[in-house]
């Protein structure tokens, strides 16, 4: 759970959450280092960092051109060398130019090094769709680093998660791949705790409890998922919802445990099905507990096709909805 | 072993099919991989090869019929296999009146239970065997095998009748454990043995002394045509039971025709108040109707209370009686289900008592069952013949609050409601 050491707290939506975030962290370390494009003088372009370089200089706030694959290397090696930075991917669309320096560098660096240097990297990225952001703003990139032992990858849904687990990503010692949904940047509101706390990497958290089905999700999904639960126990069909928070090191605990209750689960979640997150914990779930599940398990994900269209009626077709994923909650648990 | 063969989807998109010709009729032997029914769909016609070697028992569907995929259309007898437990179960031996009365399906009749294990290892076997798993899901084989209870005794709730995990757990709540079956309980008593009362059944055997004692029990019986009741609940239980999940038995009819009976017999929903102290002796006339249904539990019977009943419309009166039916199983019937009871209904056909004289429940004028509905010979009004399904409803009485006239009025009406109820609406 949260360490809080205030009582007090403060409503904010998730963009004012990472602000504050990283806002305390420039204040309180001064190896803490902000990277990335119009990170600087631009303020990033969801206005995160907004004043940050008048107030913390540009020697902490860099401006970088684009070119993400320098952006990530440079911060391995600040990482490297004992400073904490906190490198911005634009755009989770733009990542790919860097993907060699995180899949073949920063999550391998204590490991090559047999320990004698870690890497204290965080890489935070806007993902996911739902915003008309069409080919280059709507991707969501997490099953391509899953695979990459060495890297931690985090996305949580509720602003109270966005603070402790970025500062727990910011502690970490190791690379941290920091995802955060846009569509929920300004749509998900809630109280965060004041003063320095932590959540757990790795640690799940049940939104909802119930005893018929288990739902896993994450992102902007996560909250579809609670509001289709919410309908079906009005229905007096109850569901379990677990956000799973951090993507990997996954909470298997958590899911087990949940499964081990329901017999059902249901893995919701935009990236797409092949190959994907709910690929991973299904595999897990039918390796640990096949005797206690009473139906196939389902995944309901975003389709295999490139990418979601800049037209209304695409963009639809590839985004689930409340009301889908209420559907294939009735069905599975009246199976 | 009795083998069900449903409708086969032919083809990815087919949903439905229709028996063109049945090649083989009941009594008929079968060889595995022979053709015994063609079937039309609007894509193919085709021949069904039977799944097994064995006699054809049933056959379900008429010729020209058209059903969804996945309907049964016909039982065929394995051969050399012997009858189950569960296909065995019914109509063995009728319980004591107003004890155990299993109200809807009967509950799942486990093929084991014998102190010295031996056909609780038969019964592991034939858990083993592939046709009775079909459809099984891991956590039902598990449970079933931990628990030594026969998949196939049990009636599924899950989509197409599958047996869910939850089935299994029910049926292990309903039904003596090997475990418990080793010591000597009510459910299973150990000859020469004394069994040391529950609480539930010394409450029991107080209640019934008391009620037989101070109410002068008289008993009256009708035979009613359910026939058309009982074409209305066929045609409306499939969509019940897929909607709401619990099966749609007669029990809910008959207690909406009950309750409209009280109301039309207010004396029958009373109560009579002996003297005390200086106040004379009275009858308090029940405002609500509360319909208590007898639940026959392995170790005890349970009486839980459809509140307010003549308020609730046949749909209303099942999902409420389905819900305490599930609870009582489970054993979790509250206080608040078990009290408020102003009449009751037992259900005591399931087991196919065809009459029983019950005991009144304390504080209430009288107590109706629903015997076995079998069909008969019946002779009609103009003198035609006629096959009718028919149930005897039998009514024990409190002569203190009402005389005979009153109670076979009760019973007359009782009589016409059900009879006129047909197929009609809505539930």
Redesign the interface.
């Known amino acids: 759970m949260a360490v809080v050491s205030s009582t007090n707290s403060t409503v904010m939506n998730n963009v004012e959450a990472v602000r504050a975030t990283l806002y305390e962290a420039m204040k309180n370390d001064e190896r803490t280092v902000i990277l990335g494009e119009d990170v600087g003088a631009r303020g990033n372009v969801f206005l995160i960092t907004k004043d940050f370089i008048g107030e913390f200089g540009e020697r902490r706030v860099i401006d970088t051109p684009i070119a993400e694959a320098s952006i990530v290397g440079i911060a391995v090696g600040m990482a490297m060398e004992g400073l904490r930075p906190i490198a911005e991917i634009q755009f989770a669309d733009f990542i790919y130019p860097s993907f060699n320096q995180i899949v073949g560098e920063a999550a391998k660096i204590r490991y090559r090094s047999n320990g004698e240097y870690t890497c204290p990297l965080v890489i935070r990225t806007p993902y996911g769709g739902g915003v008309r952001g069409a080919l280059s703003h709507s991707v969501s990139i997490e099953a391509l680093f899953y695979h990459v032992p060495g890297l931690k990858i985090v996305a949580p849904s509720f602003p109270d998660d966005v603070k402790g687990l970025l500062n727990a990503a910011i502690d970490d010692p190791d690379p941290v791949l920091f995802l955060e949904h846009k569509k929920t940047y300004r749509l998900i509101k809630g109280e965060v705790p004041d003063g320095h706390y932590t959540i757990p990497l790795g640690k799940a958290n049940v939104r909802k409890a119930g005893t018929q089905l288990t739902v896993v999700s994450y992102g902007l999904y996560l909250h579809w998922a609670l509001e289709a639960a919410q309908r079906l126990q009005e229905e007096n069909l109850s569901v379990e919802v677990i956000d799973l928070r951090s993507i990997r090191p996954m909470d298997k605990t958590a899911i087990l445990t949940s499964v081990e209750k329901t017999r059902k689960l249901l893995i919701v979640h935009e990236d797409n099905k092949f190959g994907g997150i709910g690929a991973e914990i299904s595999a897990m779930v039918a390796e640990e507990a096949l005797f206690s599940l009473d139906s196939p398990i389902r995944r309901l994900c975003g389709p295999d096709v490139p990418s979601m269209g800049y037209a209304l009626p695409l963009e639809e077709e590839f985004m689930s909805s409340p009301a889908e994923m209420a559907d294939a909650m009735r069905a599975m648990v009246k199976f | 072993m009795a083998t069900t063969i449903t409708m086969p989807q032919l083809g990815e998109t087919v949903t439905e099919g229709t028996v063109a010709q049945w090649l083989k009729s009941v009594g008929d032997s079968v060889d595995k991989y022979e053709d015994f029914v063609e079937v039309s769909t609007d894509k193919v016609n085709a021949g069904v090869p039977s799944p097994v070697t064995g006699t054809i028992r049933e056959l379900l569907v008429k010729e020209g019929e058209t059903v969804a995929t996945g309907t049964p259309i016909a039982v065929i007898d394995e051969a050399g296999a012997t009858k189950t437990a569960a296909s065995e179960a019914p109509g063995a031996t009728a319980a004591p009146a107003a004890v155990a009365a299993p109200v809807a399906a009967a509950p799942p009749t486990p093929a084991v239970s014998s102190p010295n294990g031996a056909t609780a290892a038969a019964a592991s076997e034939s858990v083993e065997s592939e046709s009775a798993l079909r459809g099984a899901?891991?956590?039902?084989?598990?449970l079933a095998r931990e628990h030594r209870i026969d998949i196939r005794a049990i009636k599924g709730s899950?989509?197409n009748g599958?047996v869910?995990?939850?089935d299994v757990l029910a049926a292990v709540t309903a039904a003596p454990s090997p475990a418990t079956a080793r010591t000597s309980t009510y459910a299973q008593p150990i000859p020469g043995s004394t069994v040391t009362l529950t609480q539930a059944r010394r409450i029991i055997a107080e209640r019934m002394v008391e009620s037989k004692h101070s109410a002068p029990h008289a008993w009256s019986m009708v035979e009613i045509d359910v026939t058309d009741v009982w074409s209305w609940r066929v045609r409306e239980k499939d969509r019940f039971e897929r909607e709401s999940?619990y099966k749609l038995t007669l029990l809910p009819f008959f207690i909406r025709a009950v309750v409209e009976s009280l109301a039309a017999f207010p004396l029958m929903n009373a109560r009579f108040v002996p003297a005390s102290g200086s106040s004379q002796p009275s009858i308090y006339v029940n405002e609500e109707v509360n319909i208590g249904i007898a639940i026959g539990l392995a170790t005890n019977l349970v009486v839980p209370v459809i509140r307010r009943a003549d308020k609730l419309s046949i749909k209303g009166i099942a999902l409420a009686a389905g819900e305490l039916i599930e609870k009582a199983r489970k054993g979790k019937l509250g206080v608040d289900d078990l009290a408020g009871g102003t009449f009751t209904v037992n259900n005591n056909g399931a087991n196919g008592s065809w009459a029983s004289a019950p005991i009144i429940n304390g504080g209430q004028a009288g107590i109706v069952t629903m015997e076995a509905v079998v069909k008969k010979v019946v002779v009609r009004d103009d003198d035609s013949l006629a096959i009718r399904r028919m149930m005897n409803s039998c009514l024990s009485l409190d002569h203190r609050v009402v005389d005979g006239y009153v109670a076979s009025g009760f019973l007359a009406d009782l009589k016409q409601r059900l009879e006129r109820m047909g197929p009609q609406g809505d539930l």
């Open positions: 899901s891991p956590a039902v084989r598990r899950g989509s599958r869910t995990a939850d999940g």
